[in-house]
């Protein structure tokens, strides 16, 4: 959006964005300003921490993206990244309609990187997973999980296909886990070309060194963009990161994250 807010803004073109949280980190202004900063994002932002937009929308998706004419009206919707030639055709015959376009169709060039490149829906085999007990699912560590409770927990013989497990101590909230000791573990098996995981430091300021594994290998040229290729990481903020983006052909992988040092906050795997 921040191209066509630029190339357009002359033209006509009023961009909007507005964040609707999904967590309780994302309601915090000085993360929300963090986030447009680091984005480079010039246009105004709304936050729609009660849903009033979302709802009104009927809106189910992180991110949607909206076009709507000079008469109100949703013309062109988009879920979910990718589709980006064809929304800017819209933008450009919604301005022409309007009688701001200008004659070029030229296309801005977008080059999405790490969690902005679109699923890869034919070989997606895995759904979004959350770690909280309030949606989690699958869980496989022995004994289940104890809620809002600091345990040892261990990771199974065996993992099978969309299960995850904890292995360390942890401590299992409504949202989110959190590691209490060192060298604490999460396995996940997945299908999927891309594997995101939603995590952070439990407290602001503090960083939290981490390492992943693919069926017990460095990720090498699987890597995602914020892992090298031997799976070294670390987490200074809370936000998404992408841990690996895997080549054809996609299989099922058992993933492993390590964290050594304590203090990880763990949300949400998403799969691309």
Same mark, same amino acid.
């Given at each position: 959006m921040r191209a066509w807010a630029e190339k357009y803004k002359d033209q006509g073109l009023v961009v909007i964005g507005v964040h609707t949280p999904e967590f309780s980190f994302e309601k915090d202004v000085g993360n929300i300003r963090?986030?447009?900063?680091?984005? !480079? #994002?010039?246009?105004?932002?709304?936050?729609?921490? +009660? %849903?009033?937009?979302?709802?009104a929308f009927n809106n189910e998706y992180w991110p949607a993206l909206y076009l709507i004419d000079a008469?109100? !009206? #949703?013309?062109h919707h988009q879920f979910?990244?990718? +589709? %980006?030639e064809q929304s800017?055709?819209?933008i450009q015959q919604l301005l022409?309609?309007?009688?701001?376009?200008?004659?070029?169709?030229?296309?801005?060039?977008?080059?999405?990187q790490g969690a902005e490149v679109a699923a890869d829906w034919a070989t997606l085999k895995s759904p979004e997973s959350y770690i909280g007990y309030e949606q989690a699912r699958n869980f496989a560590s022995p004994g289940g999980a104890k809620s809002d409770q600091r345990r040892d927990y261990a990771a199974p013989s065996r993992v099978n296909l969309n299960q995850w497990a904890l292995s360390g101590n942890w401590t299992i909230g409504k949202e989110a886990a959190v590691l209490n000791n060192a060298n604490g573990r999460i396995?996940?098996?997945?299908?999927a070309r891309d594997l995101n995981l939603v995590m952070g430091p439990e407290k602001r300021g503090t960083s939290v060194r981490f390492r992943v594994w693919v069926d017990g290998k460095a990720?090498?040229?699987?890597?995602?963009?914020?892992?090298?290729?031997q799976g070294n990481g670390t987490l200074a903020e809370q936000r998404l990161y992408q841990l690996i983006r895997q080549s054809p052909p996609m299989m099922d992988w058992l993933f492993e994250i390590e964290f050594l040092d304590p203090g990880a906050q763990a949300l949400d795997f998403t799969f691309g």
């Open positions: 963090q986030a447009i900063k680091e984005m !480079r #994002i010039d246009y105004p932002v709304a936050i729609d921490s +009660d %849903y009033a937009v979302w709802s008469q109100s !009206r #949703i013309r979910g990244e990718g +589709d %980006y800017e055709r819209v022409a309609e309007n009688g701001s376009g200008s004659a070029s169709h030229e296309l801005v060039t977008v080059h999405p396995l996940y098996r997945f299908h990720p090498g040229s699987s890597h995602g963009a914020d892992v090298d290729e």
